[in-house]
């Protein structure tokens, strides 16, 4: 069964750090990309990263050099390393698979999130 | 930025069919995949390149996309499809999620 579990959420200050991580069980996490994905109460949801198999990142402009995306294939482990962080970094934080290597799959399993709150 | 519009909600009686659009720039030429999200729920993919379902998925659950609009229909809706309904695409490097569509069974 493939799980994704997150951690690491919490209340951080205006220009604060925090890193979240989800550990993968149930697939072979090295062949599937990675995303973040976050959504702010009552809102909609908004992609924050991705981490390709080969390597390759992408960002949204809103995060983009704030965010950084990681991965650990021998921990089964995907990171969120965000920086400089903002009131409206305010969000429930969600991992989620790629589903597959072909164009359109979509994220077809998710986390259960993780808060993070960013007040002072 | 590429964006993708959706109308806020759509009602929708218990058996009968509700259909929800999402618009965007040329959105025929690109994949459109459709997640559900019931409150305090995390997303569930629904529909995937535009038209095929996840295992799992019940075939009441079905997709198109041609020209600027993707379209995700309930068949014969059940309470149980009451949630939010996100489209997806990717474009340049980005991806995109739609506005969402609030379906309430009346």
């Known amino acids: 069964e493939v799980q994704l579990v997150e951690s690491g959420g919490g209340l951080v200050q205006p220009g604060g750090s925090l890193r979240l991580s989800c550990a993968a069980s149930?697939?072979?996490?090295?062949?599937?990309?990675m995303h973040w994905v976050r959504q702010a109460t009552g809102k909609g949801l908004e992609w924050v990263s991705t981490l390709a198999t080969a390597g390759d990142t992408y960002y949204p402009g809103s995060v983009k050099g704030r965010f950084t995306i990681s991965r650990k294939n021998a921990k089964n482990s995907l990171y969120l390393q965000m920086n400089s962080l903002r009131a409206g970094d305010t969000a429930v934080y969600y991992c989620a698979r790629g589903g597959g290597a072909v164009a359109g799959t979509g994220f077809d399993y998710w986390g259960q999130g993780t808060l993070v709150t960013v007040s002072s | 930025s590429y964006e993708l519009t959706q109308p806020p909600s759509v009602s929708v009686s218990p058996g009968q069919t509700a259909s929800i659009t999402c618009s965007g720039d040329?959105?025929?030429?690109?994949?459109a995949c459709w997640y559900q999200q019931k409150p305090g729920q995390s997303p569930v993919l629904v529909i995937y390149q535009d038209s095929k379902r996840p295992s799992g998925i019940p075939e009441r659950f079905s997709g198109s996309n041609s020209g600027n609009t993707a379209t995700l229909t309930i068949s014969g809706t059940q309470a149980m499809d009451e949630a939010d309904y996100y489209c997806q695409a990717w474009d340049s490097s980005h991806y995109v999620f739609g506005t969402g569509t609030k379906v309430t069974v009346l």
């Open positions: 149930g697939f072979t996490f090295s062949s599937y990309d």
């Open positions: 040329k959105l025929g030429d690109k994949y």
